[in-house]
Every structure is written in structure tokens, then in C-alpha cells.
């Protein structure tokens, strides 16, 4: 069975107690894992490279339409201010999820955030985040 892509959502916590919301005017959301690994050769490899991974790198990227109000989503001035974060205070925690089942979380900083607008389509925003520290995965074991 395919995953409808509504049913996937990112979602940064906010506030204190943490809320997790994702940003209003969603289109699309994009993961990426990439392996980090790391190259080896020893006389004992009789001349074949040995590669093990040492870790991975995790980006997410949030694309949407600018929404400047919502009551239940982060809105686009809200991510300008996240990210003009420095410090600790530049570092948030994270969900993403399918229907609040399988879910990986985290901590991310936001690496970039760009604004698109035309003079004759709504104007658009794209966020890319990075992992920082070790995700984790919780699985769901219901289905």
C-alpha cells in the first residue's frame, strides 16, 4: 500500500511546554539520509578498499505557500525569526511523521530559508534544516 504524502508531516516544537506544529501553507516535505563513510586500505585487504559508515547526515526541507496568519501553524514571520536564531537558541527539536505513527525526532538548526515571489503567483518559502546530535527512530508496531 503507498503513502499518501499528506500523511507525512514535519513538524518543529515551539513554546514552552514544547508544541510541535508544522508551517502553515505546506506543500511539500523532503527527507534526506545520507550515509557518511569513511574509506580504508590496509595490507590485509589484499588491494580492496574497505568502506564502513560512521554515521549518517539528516536534512529535511519544508516548502510552502507564505501564510502571514494561523492559529495552528508556524507562519512565515515566525520562521524568519527561527531563523535569525544563534546559539542554543538556534537549535529546535523536530518530528517527522506518518500519521503520528513511525516517527523519527530530533534536534535541528535551520540552514537556510528562502522567499520566492512573482507578481503573478503567490509567494512561496523554503526551509532546509540539518540534524544535529544522533536522531531517533520510533517504530510503530500496531500494523
Known amino acids: 500500500m503507498a503513502l499518501a504524502g499528506y500523511n507525512i ?25 545520507a550515509a557518511r563513510t569513511r574509506e580504508r586500505l590496509t595490507k590485509d585487504d589484499a588491494g ?10 539528516v536534512t529535511f526541507r519544508a ?20 531563523a535569525l536564531q544563534a546559539g542554543a537558541n538556534a537549535v529546535f ?6 500519521n ?5 525526532s530530533g534536534s535541528c ?10 507578481a503573478s503567483d503567490d509567494a512561496t ?5 540539518r540534524v544535529v546530535g544522533a536522531p531517533t527512530f520510533d517504530e510503530d508496531t500496531t500494523d
Open 9 to 33: 508531516a514535519f513538524k518543529i516544537g515551539v513554546g514552552s511546554p514544547k508544541v510541535y506544529k508544522t508551517f502553515a501553507g505546506r506543500t511539500q516535505d523532503d527527507l534526506t539520509i
Open 48 to 57: 580492496a578498499t574497505q568502506v564502513a559508515v560512521v554515521g549518517q547526515d
Open 63 to 82: 516548502t510552502g505557500l507564505v501564510e502571514l496568519t494561523s492559529s495552528t501553524a508556524i507562519t512565515r514571520d515566525q520562521l524568519i525569526g527561527f
Open 93 to 98: 527539536d523536530f518530528q517527522y511523521a506518518t
Open 100 to 104: 503520528g505513527n513511525d516517527m523519527l
Open 109 to 118: 538548526v535551520i540552514t537556510n530559508l528562502s522567499e520566492s515571489s512573482n
Open 125 to 129: 518559502l523554503t526551509v532546509d534544516f
